[in-house]
């Protein structure tokens, strides 16, 4: 008989868990979201960084290093196997003249964790590689394997593929508690019911910490929301580095990036400031923070773009636990409840290794006898993309489908094609509610410098119509685009 | 890819500045055609149901749709010919009077030849990433235009209780549309110590309706969970900093964005147009051609206009320029002079004049002032004018017969003062 496994929270952690399940005969896979859709929490506003592994302290956070490190590398196949944009570019984390003692640290943790080819760069040679950097930089940290990643697609990749593969996406559907009987779990009580479960793998990233406590497990583990916010630029600034750069990290934080991101925007960021742990939702910008954005990235670049070429400022929230220990552990009482908890940086870059660290954990812990699936398919293809395509390529594909033949963002050059795709995969893998930041997430429109002035209702229009929703009640985020027709106030008084 | 004969001249946006331009081509007998991305002609105006529309043009106050109606049948009645769902994918310069237009239609790419190009795609509104304000990002805040489009062609409310950011005539129109349809239009926030707009509208958006301004305020902070719940206002100083300690929170459910427009001249940067950073538009001379030759502008991806009359006008330049460049195979001049802006002059086009011909002047100023003149001191031209203000362009025209004078090689645009209160 399969295990009925129910996963709580679709971030990148519980995808890629679910995607690793799904290749075992053993499980039948339930993976269990509040938000409408999949990697709405800290997966979708983190830096996009697949990190080498060569900021990790494998004494105090052995587990960060070595799944960091497998995670990297994992990350190369399934990008390709699941068609996810990314780069590896390497990384340069710029030292000034007092910071080089701080620097050479990470050559040493470099050597220890075993991440290949990190180097000093010196200053002559580093200006060469990035003749945009600030002249007064001493040196530089250079680590070959940094990747850059769309963390959206990489979510929706992951679940597609998951769901291609039997996996069972719920969403819309919050855990209210954790029913145990007999030292065992049973299941997950939610808004839409009771979910059985043999295994409850407690993936909720933020929250993760109230859902170990619904399971009665590790009370004294709190997480505490660590806030990052960032700006991005517009494609067309010409400060665009071809590594991804990064201050130095002080005692007390983790530095600042700056570099191009998958489409080709600037970003810098994050700050990272800790707020009470009560403020799991407090993912608002402040004037202080991009301050301070502005400030770090005067020091990695010789000069900035205008303000005017910011296009974005958003800030994100990482589940810091405590002393920074990711909570990885399945339990013997109550049999079956697994904690993937607490999954602070850098877990997207480990997260298909976390994964595959889970699978092993069921398998030694509650002496499971994996059998791969005969019939797994490892692949998914992303939407095809007007924007990547040439002049004959679109015509060519306009002749099979005149849909692709109409523009919906100007921006990021979208074609109603690419909307109506969109809206396909979303019901695809189970989405109930067809929102447009989903959409956005999914096709880039309204990513572009007009933020979706031009795009935003054209986009609820076809929702609209192929949703069979009336324009006012189709969802943006998370509340509906109007109240009614013009005329609603005036008739209700 | 279909490849078409060639054009004398492609023009890009079927807006008012875009139809008066291919009007004036069909007039003066030139091959030409208006492409336009959405499904119908007309631009911005459709949605404009309010009047102010075609008091010179057509001598009527129109309103914007009326007047889209009225400039399009005169354009059926010449069978000018068009494209709707049209997107201009790029635009290849091969020469000074060959380029190639790249058109995604749903029948496929068709590559357009022409010898010119009059571009009048419009412009964009600045979005809340433009703006200072910082924290939540919740649903609930629209753009002016969005908004206008889902009441007055869609016909959906955005919410009942509204904050408007800008009182500039947009933000004063959308404060009263708002009122009139029975929303709460809890305040207008003005980051300046003046209203954006003209004082008509104050008085008959805001005043008629009991609408409060706050003059020298500005948003700091949208909150909200799932839809905006409150806005932070503070008042600013004279450099227009926030003021510690005059934070006030107003609730709404709505903010709606009226912050101001942005030439939208993505695809003429690309090949290479200069900008000016004054406009955001263009660099151009008096026929509206572009530092590339043979690609005119007009309307507001040439500068933000506050009259539909304005741009028409510029429409009908570009194609005047277009026919000049054809006839003499490039634009003939001895020498392009160019224009400074002097004294209280933020913004002027066009940026250099032969001195040959009549030149219209559009021009905004910095700051606010009462009894002043406009003046051209190298011509020794002299406008008295009761105000200006930076809501207002000032319009001009400088005759050639007064242009013959000029020895200098520029002219100077100025503001000058003429008593003291």
Partial sequence: ?493 | MERYPSYDVIIIGGGPAGIAAAIRSKELGMKSILIESREILGGVPLQCIHPGFGIHYFKEDLTGTEFISKLLKKMEDINVSYLTRAHVHSIEVRSHNEKVINVITSEGVKRLETKTLIYAAGARERHIFETNIVGDRPDGIYTAGEAQTLMDIYGIMPGKQVVIVGSGDVGLIMARRFALEGAKVVAVIEMMPYPGGLLRNVVQCLYDYDIPLYLSHVIKRVSGRRRVEKVTVSRVDESLRPIKGTEFELRCDTLILATGLIPNIDILERIGVIIDPATRGPVVNEFLETTVPGVFVAGNALIINDSVDNVVNQGELAAEGAHIFIQNDGMPSTGWRPVKKGRNIRSAVPHYISGMRDVTFYARVRAPERMVEVRVPEVDFKRRLHSVRPAEMITFKLPKELLASLKDPKVTLEVVRLCRK
Wanted: glycine share 8%; hydrophobic share 40%.
């Fill in chain 1, 1 to 493: 008989m399969r295990l009925r496994v129910a996963i709580i929270g679709s971030g990148i952690i519980g995808s890629c868990i679910a995607r690793v399940l799904s290749m075992y005969e053993n499980f039948s896979v339930t993976l269990i979201e509040r938000e409408f859709d999949v990697g709405w929490g800290s997966s979708k506003a983190n830096s996009s960084v697949i990190h080498p592994g060569h900021e990790e302290d494998p004494e105090r956070h052995p587990l960060r290093a070595k799944l960091c490190k497998e995670g990297n590398i994992l990350w190369r196949t399934w990008a390709k196997e699941l068609d996810i944009p990314v780069k590896w570019p390497g990384e340069l984390m710029l030292f000034f003249r007092e910071e080089e003692g701080r620097a050479r640290k990470y050559i040493d943790l470099a050597k220890r964790n075993g991440i290949p080819s990190v180097k000093i760069v010196p200053r002559e040679e580093l200006l060469k590689m990035e003749p945009i950097l600030n002249p007064d930089v001493e040196g530089a940290v250079y680590a070959p394997t940094t990747g850059v990643i769309d963390p959206f697609e990489a979510v929706i990749a992951v679940v597609e593929n998951a769901v291609d593969n039997s996996v069972k996406l719920l969403t819309e559907t919050e855990v209210r508690a954790i029913k145990i009987a007999g030292g065992e779990v049973k299941g997950v009580l939610t808004n839409n019911g009771f979910i059985d479960a043999d295994i409850i793998i407690n993936a909720a990233g933020i929250h993760s910490d109230e859902v170990s406590h619904m399971a009665g497990v590790e009370p004294n583990f709190k997480i505490r929301p660590r806030r990052g916010e960032y700006i991005l630029f517009d494609e067309d600034v010409e400060i665009k580095p071809t590594r991804v750069l990064h201050t130095t990290p002080t005692e007390k934080t983790k530095g600042v990036y700056g570099l191009t991101t998958i489409h080709g925007n600037l970003m810098i960021g994050p700050t990272a400031e800790d707020l009470p742990p009560d403020f799991k939702e407090r993912t608002s910008t402040t004037n202080e923070g991009l301050e301070y954005l502005w400030d770090k990235a005067l020091a990695l670049f010789k000069e900035l773009p205008p303000r005017s070429k910011v296009i974005r400022s958003f800030a994100g929230l990482r589940a810091e636990p405590p002393d920074g220990r990711w909570l990885i552990r399945a339990y013997m009482d109550p049999w079956g409840f697994i904690n993937v908890a607490g999954i602070r940086s850098p877990g997207f870059t480990a997260a298909p290794a976390i994964a595959h660290y889970v699978l092993n954990l069921i398998r030694t812990e509650y002496d499971v006898k994996l059998i791969k699936k005969d019939r797994w398919n490892p692949y998914r293809r992303g939407i095809v993309r007007l924007a990547d395509k040439s002049l004959h390529q679109i015509d060519s594909l306009i002749r099979k489908n005149p849909d692709y033949g109409e523009i919906i963002c100007y921006c990021k050059l979208v074609s109603k094609a690419e909307i109506l795709e969109a809206i396909e995969r979303m019901r695809k893998i189970g989405i109930k509610t067809i929102t447009l930041d989903g959409i956005k997430y999914r096709t880039r429109a309204g990513f572009g410098r007009c933020q979706g002035a031009f795009c935003r209702w054209k986009i609820a229009l076809l929702v609209s119509q192929y949703t069979q929703t009336p324009l006012h009640k189709v969802v943006i985020k998370k509340s509906p685009y109007g109240i009614g027709d013009v005329k609603v106030l005036l008739r209700e008084g």
